[in-house]
């Protein structure tokens, strides 16, 4: 198993940064292949893929839209992954979840994840 908690969400104003972190626990990324990403679900719309890194390799993907934009980094020593997010606009406005899976590759289908935290809250206003 693995259990994951999200950090860092908030309000800010358009044009702001803010920094998200998920920790995972239980079996973690520096033991066993793990991929973790961050999703985001709006009020009314599905979930959506933000970004993913495959912890071994490195490797890493974006949504076009936040490109240049946010960076999703993950630090080996406290099995935790961020998401710097800059620029941010107000259609950035969402829940965040962090997500899990084990294997290596990066898929953007929510459905391919097995593990998922809490979600946290980042609100930006205009």
């Known amino acids: 198993q693995v259990q994951l908690v999200e950090s860092g969400g908030g309000l800010v104003q358009a044009g702001g940064s803010l920094r998200l972190s998920c920790a995972a626990s239980?079996?973690?990324?520096?033991?066993?292949?793990?991929?973790m990403s961050w999703f985001r679900q709006a009020p009314g719309k599905g979930r959506e893929f933000v970004a993913a890194?495959?912890?071994?390799?490195?490797?890493?993907s974006y949504l076009d839209s936040v490109k240049g934009r946010f960076t999703i980094s993950r630090d080996n020593a406290k099995n935790t992954v961020s998401l710097q997010m800059n620029s941010l606009k107000p259609e950035d406005t969402a829940v965040y979840y962090c997500?899990?899976?084990?294997?290596?590759?990066?898929?953007?289908?929510?459905?391919?994840?097995?593990?998922w935290g809490q979600g946290t809250q980042v609100t930006v206003s205009s």
């Open positions: 997500a899990a899976t084990l294997s290596a590759g990066i898929v953007q289908r929510s459905t391919y994840y097995e593990y």
């Open positions: 239980g079996r973690t990324p520096s033991t066993v292949t793990m991929t």
């Open positions: 890194i495959s912890w071994r390799s490195g490797s890493t």
